[in-house]
Structure formats: structure tokens, C-alpha cells
């Protein structure tokens, strides 16, 4: 009580937070609310040589990859050892796990359209739907947008550059720029002047309904997977009606990033995460940082000066490991800042955000060098009313990542759910992660 | 239903209003080409859309149009961007937007901001609406928008609409006509352009976070770099020349920006070319950008212009790795060449079945480092660049960029493969195998004088892209 007293003062004292964002009272009212949960990638595995440590009991952090995260310790979960099934006899390497990583179900390989790449296979996009987006199916959460996807450098539309799918086929694109992503959640100043923004608003749906009906007009002439392209088209359009018209009530807009480079872009978007999480604009979100296509970036600030991420990761010579050790390593460090971002932003319980959040960070394999799908690095964070039991490295023998996608589904409340994806084997949730609620 | 990729929208927009505004939605990559076929419309590239749209109303000089921009926009926007004619509901229902706008701003500019800024973000505009006849070959309209886009780039000017009006694109043979006057046209350069950057993944000179060594080069010589093959193919276009010089030919266009970089490989120029050393250059394949985009920053990747060779002049693409195998790789030594740490991995029983073919072809190039400048030595070593690979059903061996480009412009693989990859950017969509045929007649044009010509326009001309993708053959 005295917390949420607290909490109220402090956003009087930033305007009268309550009135202008009526969800945040909603969720001050509500007692036992999910946790918030956030997707987190990073492309091409690990170095396993230099992540596991040499005691998974105790000081788990103490391994060259994993010291950055240390501070975290008790928030996290390790997993050690789960696997990918792909579903098919060969795949392409990094392109048909980006689709599986997230829904549990493997890419399409029966549709013959969709030649994506250059090797002499046919495929298309994934066939599940990606938990974030079951999730809010779900659990149908009334914040201004139901869910969010942020990333850093997530290229073009491709099987391997996209991870998040709202159906069978249909990807979201994240917003790969701090500076777009500002605009876009915080820019749009309220107008003060209420006939102005109400002027505004109807402009936008003026033109909006004639676009709807040129939608209308043309679906009429169109076979069955063409219609469902425009639909699809236009059901995005009324969405982002829907939370534009939110916005014109948005949150108090945090300091807009300054010197974004490869270095600090991705603690920029960290920072408009916590922002985003701490007011409420939604609950569910997912951070892309770069693509499982051949990410060829170079990391001059740890070294990484010549080749690319890719390329090095096809080799396992041990300067080569220790280099792209350095990698992983300034990686859980950005992984570190984001949960330091959410820790420091406080929640309208009186907690911190990264109390009532999950947070997993997946890849799409295990090992670069060998494509190896087994042993593909999971680390699962969160505070308090997470159901997370954390300080924990978890050896597992015989788990599929679908393990994962379930103990997320679990923590977020959905306890009916035992397997998740059609790849899916085994049941239920990683054994000893979740507190029992 | 092909949905424009961002350039032919930026460009259209920019032939209609007279501004350049940047579309932020993101596109598909059918094989190397860009096509937007399967992927639909989220919120964030709606938003992309929406954005567009009101940065294009907002730099729009709306003066233009001061005493009837409701006209200007029914009959001449609406035509451009929707490459036929707006028919009586689009015209109701777009007037109607205007009256509605007039009565809550009285501002008739005002009202004609809104107007294209439905019409920016219509499915009509931003989707190949595509009609057929019931023999299902596309109306004039929907061939002269194919057209256009392919070859220039951007939707239809109003001279080909009104050429679709009258009707002069029915038959093979007015295709053809027209066909053959569009490559001759300037602005046929921009569809080029298109077609040659995105097959050799030229895009890829232009990262500096993947090849920080390339953006030092500064951005007039990577705009020469990208530029080059480019102006290297449309030269041969233009000089009647057949597939096989593509990849053999040793004159280049002149340009300031590279004199540098050829150095001594620049035996002779005028104003208008270079002629290079054909002992060190020769083909698409030896140019500096070619060779610079097919490289990792600071080093060479004979994999990757393997692999493009195997790709994208003989379509015969590497199969990937197998899952799950170990492919255990051996300790490499330090300080070797580039070929012996390839060959050292090639030791692997795994990964060398491969990796031989696709990097031998590669190690032929190893003279021509990551920017494209060409060296006789690596790490104090004299380079080995000869190179044993199967090409058909032989074996074969050549040394160096200029043997390998001879070799590669004799195939007539390579000819079948050059005409496959024009077919696919011009349908953009993947081709089924019921194309073969007319590939093998492709390639037969390809060749010889006039080959490189005579191959596009027959792909254009024929029933392949006449019809409508239900109904081709």
C-alpha cells in the first residue's frame, strides 16, 4: 500500500499520469496480472568452450561469456542443452530455424512458390504462430498496442531476417532503428489544442475508410491466398488506426536517443523497452538484435575487425573462438544493460519492471561453426513475480527448445497449454524454473 | 499479386509529384531479385506506408495545381499511379473524400492532401492489379505496367498508358517492338541497373558496418564500384554484343573514380573506356566491384564468389550442409594464404564434398582482393590462382579471372543460366521447371551478335509474359 501511495505521488508529480494513461489504473487494480514478457535474440549460437562454466552450481557467471551478467545472477536461469528439431532431412542452416525459434514449428518446405534462397531448395515462411502473439490471443490485453517488436539491423523480408509470427506465414517486422522506434511509440506530441487533434483524427480515418474500400472493392477480384495477402493488408491498417487514436493519449515521452552507432544503438532500444514496459503501452514485446541470415557484421570495439560474425563462426580454430568469445561476451553484456534498464524503471506496484517481467534470450542454433542445433543457448531472467526460480545453471539431457516456449506460456499464466509448436516431443515446462503458483 | 518493391514506389511518386521522399517498408528477396510476393502488410509496414504518404503530401507543391487539383488528381495522379485509368467507383468515392475534406477544412489543397494520401496507400497503387482475358493474356495495361517496372524501374509514363489505350501491345510482335525501343531508351538504364546490382548482390558494397573497409574508400568510388557492371552491361547491350563477351569481354567504361584502383591493369583508354589487361581482367566477374561485393572485410571469400558463379551463371546452386553431422574442422595454421587455409578445411570428408566446387571456382579469382584491386602476392606468397572445378559433365582447369571467364563464356550453361536469371526478374516469381524449354530457346538467341539483346527481348515477347501467371505455359 505504501508503495502504490508512493508511486501515485511520483506521477502526479509527472503530470497526472493516471488520468491521462487510464490503463495504468486498471493494472494498479488488478492483483494477480501475468508477467510482462520479452523475446530477446542474438544471431549464430555461442562458443559453448567459453559460455559453460567450469561449476554450474555456485558462481555460474564466473565463465567469460556469462561474467557480464553477474550483477544479474539470481534473476536468471541458464539452460544448458536443449535442442532443435528441424522437422526435415536437410536444412538450411540459420534460415529454417529463424522461423522455428519462436512458434516451435518448423518452416514450410511443401510450398513451392516461395524459392527463398540460393540453395536449390524450395521454401516458404514458418507454419506456427510465435508465442508472443499466442500470448496475446490469449490473454487479449487491453494496453494501446497488444504487443511490440523492436530489433537492430533485421534486413529485408526473408525466412531467416523475421522470428516473430502473428499466424502461419505472416511475420512482423520489427522496428530496427532507435530513432524510428522513437518516433514512432513517443514522437506524436499531444496536441494541446484538443480540436486540433480531434481534426487530425478524423482526416486520418477519412482517408483510412476510402482506402478500406478500395481494399473492398479489389478483394472481390481476387483468388483465395491473394484476398487473404490483401485482408491481412488491411487488417493491419485498422490496427494501426486503433493505436494511433491510442496514442493521441501516449506516455510521458522519455529523452529521445542521442548518438546512436552499432555500438550503443541496441542499449538505445533497451532504453525505449524499459520506457514502453514502465508506461504501459504494452506487455508483451520482443527484441530482434540483427538476423540468423549470415549476419556479417563486423565489432570493431571487441576486435572483431575483419571477416564478419558469420564468417568467423564457421571456423573453430581457438584464436578465432576466443574472438568471437569476445562477441558473445560484449552480447550478455548488452543483454545485462537491458535488464538493468528494466530494473531501474519503476513499476505502478512499487516494484521494478523487471520484477513482473520474463525475459528470454534464445538464438537460432547452437554452435556456428557446425550449424550444430544442438545445445542452443537459453538464458531466462526475471524478478520476483516472474515464477522464475532463479540463480540456477540448468543442465538438461534430451529437452527441445519447444520446452522453453511452454515454461514462458506457464510463467505467463497459460498452465493449459503442455506442448507447444508441431515439432514438440516432450510436455510441459523446463522441470524446476517456475515457482508453483 | 506482385506488390511494388520500395524504389519503384519512391521513384513513381517522385515522376508524379516532383519529390523525393524515402518509403520505409521493407522488401522480399525472390533468390537474389527483389519481388514482393508472399509477404503480407503488418502494422509497422502500414505505418511505413502511412508515413510515406503524408511526407509526400506535406513536400508536394500543391500551386500545380491551384485551380483544379480534384481534376489533376482524378485524371492524370490517379492514371500514374494505378497504370490504367480510375473507373466510375474510384472516381465517386475519391470525390466524394474531397467534398468531405472541403466541407470541415475549406481548403482545397487541404482537400487534395487527402486525396493522394488515400490514393498513396490504395491497394491499387501499391499491388499489380493484373487483368486477363479469357485466353489469359494481360490487357494492354497490365503488359505495359510489366514493362515499366522492369525496365524502367517506376510505373508506365503516360505515353506507354496510351499506347495500352490504343491497344498497341496486344500481340507478340507489337511486344516486341516495344521492347526493343524501351532498351534503347535512356531510361532503361534504371531497370538495368536493378536487375545487374541485385543479381551480383551489389548492395552489399554499401554497409559500412559489414565492410567499413569499402566505405573507406569514400562514397564517390563505392557509387563507381556499384555503378560499373552496371554500365559494363548496358555498354554490351548497346554494342550488340552476346552473352559470351559478358563474361569475357576485357574493355570497360571509363571512369575517374576506379583509374586509381586498375592501376597498370589499364593498358589503353579514351573519354568513353578503359581497355584492361585481358591477361588480368576479363568478364562481369573480374570487375572491381564484383569481385569487392563477393569479399569479407579485409579478406577474400573464394566460397562466396564460388557460390555466386554456381548460382547465379550456372544455376546450379550448392545444396546445403546436411543437420546435425559433425563436421569436425582441422586446426588451421597461422599466417598461411587464403587457398591453403581452404584447402586445409577441405581436409574434412564433410564439408570438402562441397566446398571443392564451390570454392576451387572462387580460388580462381584469389588475384582480385577485397576491393577489387588485383595482386600477384598474399602474406609474402605468390598467389596460386588456378583452379579445377566440374563444369557440365567435364572437368575443367583454368588459371586466373580471365581463363575462368573464358571458360564460363564458351558454356552454354552459362548462356541458359544468364537468359534464366533475365526471365526471373522480368516474372518475379520462381520459375517452375515447365520454363526449361523456353530457357534452351533463350539461350539460343543468347549468343552471336545481337545475343544479349535478342535474348531479353524474346523473353519479353513471349507467352510467358504476356500471360497471366494462372495461365502461362
Same mark, same amino acid.
Given at each position: 500500500?505504501?508503495?502504490?501511495? &508512493?508511486?501515485?505521488?511520483?506521477?502526479?508529480?509527472?503530470?497526472?499520469?493516471?488520468?491521462?494513461?487510464?490503463?495504468?489504473?486498471?493494472?494498479?487494480?488488478?492483483?494477480?496480472?501475468?508477467?510482462?514478457?520479452?523475446?530477446?535474440? #542474438?544471431?549464430?549460437?555461442?562458443?559453448?568452450?567459453?559460455?559453460?562454466?567450469?561449476?554450474?552450481?555456485?558462481?555460474?557467471?564466473?565463465?567469460?561469456?556469462?561474467?557480464?551478467?553477474?550483477?544479474?545472477?539470481?534473476?536468471?536461469?541458464?539452460?544448458?542443452?536443449?535442442? $532443435?528439431?528441424?522437422?526435415?532431412?536437410?536444412?538450411?542452416?540459420?534460415?529454417? =530455424? $529463424?522461423?522455428?525459434?519462436?512458434?516451435?514449428?518448423?518452416?514450410?518446405?511443401?510450398?513451392?512458390?516461395?524459392?527463398?534462397?540460393?540453395?536449390?531448395?524450395?521454401?516458404?515462411?514458418? =507454419?506456427?504462430?510465435?508465442?508472443?502473439?499466442?500470448?496475446?490471443?490469449?490473454?487479449?490485453?487491453?494496453?494501446?498496442?497488444?504487443?511490440?517488436?523492436?530489433?537492430?539491423?533485421?534486413?529485408?523480408?526473408?525466412?531467416?531476417?523475421? $522470428?516473430?509470427?502473428?499466424?502461419?506465414?505472416?511475420?512482423?517486422?520489427?522496428?530496427?532503428?532507435?530513432?524510428?522506434?522513437?518516433?514512432?511509440?513517443?514522437? +506524436?506530441?499531444?496536441?494541446?489544442?484538443?480540436?486540433?487533434?480531434?481534426?487530425?483524427?478524423?482526416?486520418?480515418?477519412?482517408?483510412?475508410?476510402?482506402?478500406?474500400?478500395?481494399?473492398?472493392?479489389?478483394?472481390?477480384?481476387?483468388?483465395?491466398?491473394?484476398?487473404?495477402?490483401?485482408?491481412?493488408?488491411? /487488417?493491419?491498417?485498422?490496427?494501426?488506426?486503433?493505436?494511433?487514436?491510442?496514442?493521441?493519449?501516449?506516455?510521458?515521452?522519455?529523452?529521445?536517443?542521442?548518438?546512436?552507432?552499432?555500438?550503443?544503438?541496441?542499449?538505445?532500444?533497451?532504453?525505449?523497452?524499459?520506457?514502453?514496459?514502465?508506461?504501459?503501452?504494452?506487455?508483451?514485446?520482443?527484441?530482434?538484435?540483427?538476423?540468423?541470415?549470415?549476419?556479417?557484421?563486423?565489432?570493431?570495439?571487441?576486435?572483431?575487425?575483419?571477416?564478419?560474425?558469420?564468417?568467423?563462426?564457421?571456423?573453430?580454430?581457438?584464436? =578465432?573462438?576466443?574472438?568471437?568469445?569476445?562477441?558473445?561476451?560484449?552480447?550478455?553484456?548488452?543483454?545485462?544493460?537491458?535488464? /538493468?534498464?528494466?530494473?531501474? #524503471?519503476?513499476?505502478?506496484?512499487?516494484?521494478?519492471?523487471?520484477?513482473?517481467?520474463?525475459?528470454?534470450?534464445?538464438?537460432?542454433?547452437?554452435?556456428?561453426?557446425?550449424?550444430?542445433?544442438?545445445?542452443?543457448?537459453?538464458?531466462?531472467?526475471?524478478?520476483?513475480?516472474?515464477?522464475? &526460480?532463479?540463480?540456477?545453471?540448468?543442465?538438461?539431457?534430451?529437452?527441445?527448445?519447444?520446452?522453453?516456449?511452454? =515454461?514462458?506460456?506457464?510463467? $505467463?499464466?497459460?498452465?493449459?497449454?503442455? #506442448?507447444?509448436?508441431? #515439432?514438440?516431443?516432450?510436455?510441459?515446462?523446463?522441470? +524446476?524454473?517456475?515457482?508453483?503458483? | 499479386?506482385?506488390?511494388?518493391?520500395?524504389?519503384?514506389?519512391?521513384?513513381?511518386?517522385?515522376?508524379?509529384?516532383?519529390?523525393?521522399?524515402?518509403?520505409?517498408?521493407?522488401?522480399?528477396?525472390?533468390l537474389t531479385f527483389?519481388?514482393?510476393?508472399?509477404?503480407?502488410?503488418?502494422?509497422?509496414?502500414? !505505418?511505413?506506408?502511412?508515413?510515406?504518404?503524408?511526407?509526400?503530401?506535406?513536400?508536394?507543391?500543391?500551386?500545380?495545381?491551384?485551380?483544379?487539383?480534384?481534376?489533376?488528381?482524378?485524371?492524370?495522379?490517379?492514371?500514374?499511379?494505378?497504370?490504367?485509368?480510375?473507373?466510375?467507383?474510384? !472516381?465517386?468515392?475519391?470525390?466524394?473524400?474531397?467534398?468531405?475534406?472541403?466541407?470541415?477544412?475549406?481548403?482545397?489543397?487541404?482537400?487534395?492532401?487527402?486525396?493522394?494520401?488515400?490514393?498513396?496507400?490504395?491497394?491499387?497503387?501499391?499491388?499489380?492489379?493484373?487483368?486477363?482475358?479469357?485466353?489469359?493474356?494481360?490487357?494492354?495495361?497490365?503488359?505495359?505496367?510489366?514493362?515499366?517496372?522492369?525496365?524502367?524501374?517506376?510505373?508506365?509514363?503516360?505515353?506507354?498508358?496510351?499506347?495500352?489505350?490504343?491497344?498497341?501491345?496486344?500481340?507478340?510482335?507489337?511486344?516486341?517492338?516495344?521492347?526493343?525501343?524501351?532498351?534503347?531508351?535512356?531510361?532503361?538504364?534504371?531497370?538495368i541497373r536493378d536487375f545487374v546490382d541485385q543479381w551480383f548482390d551489389l548492395? !552489399?558494397?554499401?554497409?559500412?558496418?559489414?565492410?567499413?573497409?569499402?566505405?573507406?574508400?569514400?562514397?564517390?568510388?563505392?557509387?563507381?564500384?556499384?555503378?560499373?557492371p552496371v554500365?559494363?552491361f548496358?555498354?554490351?547491350?548497346?554494342?550488340?554484343?552476346?552473352?559470351?563477351?559478358?563474361?569475357?569481354?576485357?574493355?570497360?567504361?571509363?571512369?575517374?573514380?576506379?583509374?586509381?584502383?586498375?592501376?597498370?591493369?589499364?593498358?589503353?583508354?579514351?573519354?568513353?573506356?578503359?581497355?584492361?589487361?585481358?591477361?588480368?581482367?576479363?568478364?562481369i566477374?573480374?570487375?572491381?566491384?564484383v569481385?569487392?561485393?563477393?569479399?569479407? %572485410?579485409?579478406?577474400?571469400?573464394?566460397?562466396?564468389?564460388?557460390?555466386t558463379?554456381?548460382t547465379g551463371l550456372?544455376?546450379?546452386?550448392?545444396?546445403?550442409?546436411?543437420?546435425?553431422?559433425?563436421?569436425?574442422?582441422?586446426?588451421?595454421?597461422?599466417?598461411?594464404?587464403?587457398?591453403?587455409?581452404?584447402?586445409?578445411?577441405?581436409?574434412?570428408?564433410?564439408?570438402?564434398?562441397?566446398?571443392?566446387?564451390?570454392?576451387?571456382?572462387?580460388?580462381?579469382?584469389?588475384?582480385?582482393?577485397?576491393?577489387?584491386?588485383?595482386?600477384?602476392?598474399?602474406?609474402?606468397?605468390?598467389?596460386?590462382?588456378?583452379?579445377?572445378?566440374?563444369?557440365?559433365?567435364?572437368?575443367?582447369?583454368?588459371?586466373?579471372?580471365?581463363?575462368?571467364?573464358?571458360?564460363?563464356?564458351?558454356?552454354?550453361?552459362? %548462356? %541458359?543460366?544468364v537468359?534464366?536469371q533475365w526471365?526471373r526478374y522480368?516474372?518475379?516469381?520462381?520459375?517452375?521447371?515447365?520454363?526449361?524449354?523456353?530457357?534452351?530457346?533463350?539461350?539460343?538467341?543468347?549468343?552471336?551478335?545481337?545475343?544479349?539483346?535478342?535474348?531479353?527481348?524474346?523473353?519479353?515477347?513471349?507467352?510467358?509474359?504476356?500471360?497471366?501467371?494462372?495461365?502461362?505455359?
Open positions: 500500500m505504501i508503495h502504490r501511495r &508512493r508511486f501515485l505521488a511520483a506521477a502526479g508529480a509527472a503530470g497526472g499520469a493516471l488520468a491521462l494513461f487510464p490503463w495504468l489504473g486498471r493494472r494498479v487494480e488488478a492483483q494477480t496480472l501475468p508477467p510482462r514478457l520479452l523475446l530477446v535474440f #542474438t544471431p549464430h549460437g555461442t562458443v559453448w568452450s567459453r559460455f559453460r562454466p567450469d561449476e554450474p552450481t555456485g558462481d555460474f557467471t564466473s565463465s567469460p561469456i556469462l561474467t557480464p551478467l553477474a550483477a544479474h545472477r539470481d534473476k536468471l536461469v541458464v539452460v544448458d542443452g536443449l535442442h $532443435m528439431e528441424v522437422g526435415t532431412e536437410y536444412y538450411v542452416p540459420h534460415t529454417y =530455424t $529463424m522461423p522455428l525459434l519462436w512458434t516451435g514449428s518448423p518452416i514450410d518446405t511443401a510450398s513451392p512458390l516461395f524459392c527463398r534462397d540460393d540453395h536449390d531448395v524450395c521454401f516458404g515462411w514458418g =507454419t506456427g504462430t510465435s508465442i508472443d502473439q499466442y500470448i496475446a490471443e490469449r490473454l487479449v490485453p487491453e494496453t494501446p498496442s497488444r504487443t511490440l517488436e523492436l530489433g537492430y539491423r533485421c534486413n529485408g523480408l526473408h525466412p531467416a531476417n523475421r $522470428m516473430i509470427y502473428s499466424s502461419p506465414g505472416a511475420t512482423k517486422n520489427p522496428i530496427d532503428d532507435p530513432e524510428l522506434a522513437f518516433e514512432q511509440l513517443f514522437g +506524436g506530441e499531444v496536441d494541446p489544442d484538443a480540436e486540433a487533434a480531434a481534426r487530425l483524427a478524423f482526416r486520418r480515418k477519412s482517408v483510412l475508410d476510402t482506402v478500406l474500400a478500395d481494399f473492398n472493392a479489389r478483394r472481390g477480384q481476387l483468388d483465395a491466398t491473394d484476398k487473404a495477402r490483401l485482408d491481412a493488408h488491411a /487488417d493491419s491498417l485498422r490496427e494501426l488506426e486503433k493505436s494511433l487514436a491510442a496514442s493521441g493519449q501516449t506516455c510521458p515521452r522519455p529523452e529521445a536517443p542521442t548518438q546512436v552507432d552499432a555500438e550503443t544503438a541496441i542499449d538505445r532500444q533497451s532504453e525505449l523497452i524499459a520506457s514502453v514496459f514502465g508506461c504501459g503501452l504494452t506487455r508483451i514485446a520482443s527484441f530482434q538484435l540483427r538476423v540468423a541470415d549470415n549476419d556479417n557484421s563486423l565489432y570493431p570495439w571487441v576486435g572483431l575487425e575483419e571477416g564478419g560474425h558469420h564468417t568467423l563462426s564457421h571456423e573453430n580454430d581457438d584464436a =578465432t573462438l576466443a574472438k568471437l568469445a569476445e562477441l558473445y561476451a560484449w552480447y550478455s553484456g548488452r543483454f545485462a544493460y537491458l535488464l /538493468d534498464r528494466l530494473a531501474a #524503471t519503476p513499476d505502478v506496484d512499487g516494484t521494478s519492471v523487471l520484477d513482473n517481467t520474463l525475459v528470454i534470450w534464445g538464438s537460432e542454433l547452437g554452435t556456428g561453426w557446425n550449424h550444430s542445433l544442438e545445445d542452443v543457448p537459453f538464458i531466462l531472467a526475471g524478478g520476483a513475480n516472474s515464477r522464475l &526460480r532463479g540463480g540456477q545453471y540448468l543442465k538438461v539431457t534430451n529437452a527441445l527448445t519447444n520446452r522453453v516456449l511452454v =515454461t514462458a506460456l506457464h510463467a $505467463m499464466g497459460l498452465t493449459d497449454v503442455e #506442448t507447444y509448436g508441431t #515439432t514438440d516431443t516432450g510436455s510441459g515446462p523446463l522441470d +524446476g524454473v517456475l515457482t508453483t503458483s | 499479386m506482385r506488390r511494388l518493391t520500395a524504389l519503384q514506389v519512391e521513384r513513381t511518386v517522385s515522376d508524379v509529384f516532383g519529390v523525393q521522399v524515402d518509403l520505409n517498408v521493407a522488401d522480399e528477396r525472390l527483389r519481388s514482393n510476393i508472399s509477404a503480407s502488410i503488418d502494422t509497422a509496414s502500414a !505505418r511505413g506506408y502511412l508515413d510515406f504518404a503524408s511526407a509526400v503530401v506535406a513536400a508536394t507543391d500543391w500551386q500545380r495545381c491551384e485551380s483544379g487539383c480534384l481534376d489533376w488528381l482524378l485524371d492524370e495522379v490517379g492514371l500514374l499511379l494505378f497504370r490504367r485509368p480510375l473507373d466510375d467507383a474510384e !472516381r465517386t468515392r475519391y470525390s466524394a473524400l474531397y467534398e468531405l475534406a472541403l466541407d470541415n477544412t475549406d481548403d482545397p489543397q487541404e482537400a487534395a492532401g487527402w486525396v493522394a494520401e488515400a490514393m498513396l496507400q490504395s491497394p491499387t497503387f501499391l499491388y499489380l492489379d493484373e487483368v486477363a482475358t479469357e485466353a489469359g493474356v494481360l490487357d494492354d495495361y497490365s503488359l505495359a505496367a510489366r514493362l515499366a517496372l522492369l525496365l524502367w524501374g517506376r510505373n508506365p509514363d503516360s505515353s506507354l498508358l496510351a499506347q495500352a489505350e490504343a491497344g498497341e501491345l496486344s500481340t507478340p510482335e507489337q511486344l516486341a517492338a516495344t521492347v526493343e525501343l524501351m532498351l534503347a531508351d535512356a531510361r532503361t538504364e534504371t531497370g548492395e !552489399r558494397l554499401d554497409d559500412p558496418e559489414v565492410r567499413p573497409d569499402v566505405a573507406d574508400l569514400g562514397s564517390a568510388t563505392i557509387r563507381a564500384l556499384r555503378e560499373e554500365q559494363y548496358l555498354r554490351l547491350l548497346r554494342s550488340e554484343a552476346g552473352v559470351e563477351r559478358l563474361l569475357t569481354d576485357s574493355t570497360t567504361v571509363a571512369s575517374t573514380e576506379l583509374e586509381e584502383l586498375y592501376g597498370a591493369d589499364i593498358v589503353d583508354s579514351d573519354a568513353d573506356v578503359f581497355e584492361l589487361d585481358p591477361e588480368r581482367r576479363g568478364g566477374l573480374s570487375l572491381p566491384g569481385v569487392a561485393a563477393l569479399s569479407h %572485410a579485409h579478406r577474400t571469400s573464394p566460397t562466396l564468389r564460388g557460390k558463379v554456381l550456372l544455376c546450379t546452386p550448392p545444396q546445403p550442409p546436411p543437420a546435425n553431422i559433425d563436421t569436425t574442422l582441422p586446426e588451421v595454421d597461422e599466417g598461411v594464404s587464403t587457398r591453403e587455409r581452404i584447402e586445409q578445411h577441405m581436409e574434412s570428408p564433410v564439408c570438402g564434398n562441397c566446398h571443392r566446387g564451390m570454392d576451387g571456382i572462387g580460388l580462381a579469382l584469389e588475384k582480385l582482393d577485397w576491393l577489387g584491386r588485383y595482386r600477384e602476392e598474399e602474406n609474402g606468397i605468390a598467389i596460386d590462382d588456378t583452379s579445377t572445378f566440374p563444369l557440365g559433365s567435364e572437368e575443367v582447369t583454368v588459371q586466373g579471372a580471365a581463363e575462368l571467364g573464358a571458360v564460363l563464356g564458351a558454356s552454354s550453361s552459362v %548462356a %541458359a543460366c537468359s534464366r526471365l522480368a516474372l518475379g516469381v520462381t520459375e517452375t521447371a515447365a520454363v526449361d524449354c523456353l530457357v534452351e530457346d533463350l539461350a539460343s538467341e543468347a549468343t552471336g551478335a545481337r545475343g544479349l539483346e535478342r535474348m531479353m527481348v524474346k523473353a519479353l515477347a513471349s507467352d510467358w509474359f504476356r500471360l497471366s501467371p494462372e495461365a502461362a505455359p
